[in-house]
């Protein structure tokens, strides 16, 4: 399964979910967002490499 435009569609969102995030500052009520939401999103990234990853070379380590 090959996506079309691979290297250059995940780039473009991202850059537009950043932007997106960055507007939220300027928007008057929205400032709660940046300060709870994206520690929460941080402490979940953090979460899935620090547990998953584990999770994954241990079952790899099994399979071998």
Known sequence: FR???FPTVPIVAILINLCIIGSL???EGQEIVL???VP???GIYLY???VHSKRVQKLQEVAE
Request: charged share 0%.
């Open 35 to 37: 300060y709870t939401g």
């Open 48 to 50: 899935y490499i620090l």
């Open 3 to 5: 996506t079309p435009l």
């Open 40 to 42: 929460v999103i941080i």
């Open 25 to 27: 500052a300027f928007i």
